[in-house]
């Protein structure tokens, strides 16, 4: 597994992270499978969230790991805070208190990473400033970051933020480019040049932020892998497997790893079979060429 440096922090990452959304869903045999299956893949990287099963997948993630020889140490941990029941909530008192939540549950002294989960419109960054220097002073978050973020929510926090914002999770796949679409599309008239995400993806690269894309296999309508509705770039991409001693699956995650923004993709699986394949897209380079072709077979025209 290929290792990246995680924004401009001194953690080295595999470049294929598990997200851990529906562990809530196993029992404790099946979930330290799951984490055994990532970790002997390579795997270092394990993302959360306080809302991830109303907790409880943080919970059978700290039972499931007692069951593995895999050692706190050996790992890191990111989970994301600011997500409440119908609105969002990046005030200090929700911050710090849904972090000791969060460390209760995975039953750790520490978390290596922090991510504000999606905006919040009336985020006040002195008070997001003020829980980051509380938990950072304290030990119990090593690193920040952002998920969801446009550049101007991002510079607005580094205003008042003392810390590095190291990462960005943002939704990217074959089947959604739209952060990759508006810049393919500058200065045409076609509805693919509209930049929705303000030029997320430059501004992350331009500012050494972390690219975490997450459902890298979903599309507009969940997952396209093995849809119908998405024969072009299933076959375009089947076309391929044998030239890169792989299969479909694991190209769509190459296709995203070949990106030059060096992104560390979050997968959402549960099936350990799956997890090991596409972590085996880790070292997979597809050409400029054919990076094109699975982009062009997704339905996004070239000007």
Not at 231 to 243: F, H, R
Request: one cysteine or more.
């Amino acid at each position: 597994m290929n290792k990246i440096q995680l924004g401009t922090s001194d953690l080295s990452v595999s470049e294929v992270a598990l997200g851990c959304m529906r562990m809530d869903k196993l029992d404790g045999k099946e979930a330290a499978g799951v984490i055994n299956a990532a970790y002997e893949s390579g795997v270092n990287f394990y993302d959360h969230a306080d809302i991830y099963g109303g907790g409880e997948s943080e919970k059978r993630f700290a039972q499931a790991l007692k069951q593995t020889s895999i050692k706190r140490d050996d790992i890191i941990l990111q989970s994301k805070a600011g997500i409440r029941s119908g609105y969002y909530d990046f005030s200090k008192e929700h911050l710090t208190s849904s972090v000791d939540g969060i460390l209760d549950r995975l039953d750790t002294d520490y978390i290596d990473v922090l991510l504000l989960h999606r905006p919040d419109a009336l985020v006040e960054p002195e008070e997001v400033a003020e829980a980051f220097d509380t938990l950072h002073s304290s030990g119990k978050v090593r690193q920040f970051g952002v998920s969801n973020h446009s550049p101007y929510q991002i510079e607005l926090l580094k205003k008042y933020v003392k810390q590095d914002l190291i990462a960005n999770q943002l939704q990217l796949s074959v089947m959604h480019t739209g952060m990759i679409d508006a810049g393919v599309q500058v200065n045409t008239k076609q509805k693919e040049s509209i930049d929705h995400d303000r030029a997320i993806l430059d501004y992350c690269r331009l500012n050494d932020i972390t690219v975490q894309p997450w459902s890298p296999v979903h599309g507009p309508d969940g997952v396209f892998l093995n849809h119908p509705d998405y024969s072009e770039v299933n076959e375009t991409l089947k076309s391929l497997a044998d030239k890169y001693d792989s299969d479909h699956e694991a190209l769509a995650i190459a296709w995203l790893l070949r990106h030059p923004a060096k992104m560390q993709v979050i997968l959402g699986t549960m099936n350990e079979k799956r997890i090991r394949n596409y972590a085996s897209a880790s070292g997979i380079t597809l050409s400029r060429e054919d990076w094109y072709t699975v982009y062009k077979a997704a339905g996004n025209p070239l000007p």
